[in-house]
């Protein structure tokens, strides 16, 4: 269900379009995308939309809501919000005046900054530079051609401002935030260090003195993954460098790199490169000799 106040200035852009193969293939694609001189009645309310939509400032200012969320989002200041959620935005009244980029995307890669620029769902506005308005302009551009050059060209720019807006989330905006990333990365150390042994998220939070579930939320933010899938992907990376410089038996590589028993390596290993731990190894002497 949609319902809105269209109260804009006449000169305000609003364009659409219906992605062909060639956007849908990338990891960013837009559907919609304008530039709104909203004025002091402008309002949107919806339930539902199979999009993410980006907001950028210009001037004025806009308030936006989701679930328990309310956000400002002032001159200068973006914000991405998955609209699979009830969510409501509008003019501030106290403005009385809204100047702002908004842009409807969707993909693989919007997905997974999302966990990035908004931890637990939670919308947040990020001050990002004044150059990010002429990435927002690219958009405006190249949305109307539904060429394969426009599609490469939106999809690298949703990029880049989305990258900004990451960016922003993960620096540190005070001395408690700086403080929670190196504690974080205390414990990224740890797995290095410790990735051949036992290892579980309560010996991890409590290195970093937090909460499981905080720790969990923080790692997922500042690293990506869980603590879990980190410590996986670090332990297949030091097997393959034992498949491809040493003759260690593949057996004894599984209990270096901290797996239980070769099935289990082997199991893991191929489920995250494609190959098993035999075949990767014949490749790299192919390579090898090859070379």
Known sequence: MLTYTMDIEPSSLWLRTTPGA?????????????????????????????????????????????????????????????????????????????????????????AALADIINPDQKIGAFGLPDSTRDLFDEILRFLPDETV????????????????????????????????????????NYIRSHYNEEIAVSDLSEIANMSRSYYLRLFRQYIGTTPYNYLLGYRITQAKELLELSDTPVTQIAEQTGFSDESSFSTRFSAMTGVSPSVYRKNSITRADGD
């Not at 004025?39 to 999009?51: E, G």
């Open 149 to 188: 050059d426009s599609a490469l060209s939106i999809s690298l720019t949703v990029h880049r401002i989305l990258t900004r807006m990451a960016d922003a989330s993960l620096r540190p905006q005070s001395e408690k935030a700086g403080s929670n990333k190196k504690r974080i990365q205390l414990t990224v």
């Open 22 to 110: 060639a956007a849908l293939a990338q990891p960013y694609f837009c559907t919609e995308a304008g530039l709104f001189l909203g004025r002091k009645a402008f309002s949107t309310a919806r339930t539902h939309k199979d999009s993410y939509i980006i907001f950028y400032t210009i001037s004025g200012q806009g308030i936006v809501r989701q679930e328990d969320s309310e956000v400002r989002v002032k001159k200068g200041e973006a914000l991405l919000m998955n609209c699979r959620t009830s969510q409501s935005y509008m003019t501030d009244p106290d403005v009385r005046q809204w100047h702002h980029y908004w842009i409807h995307t969707d993909g693989a890669g919007v």
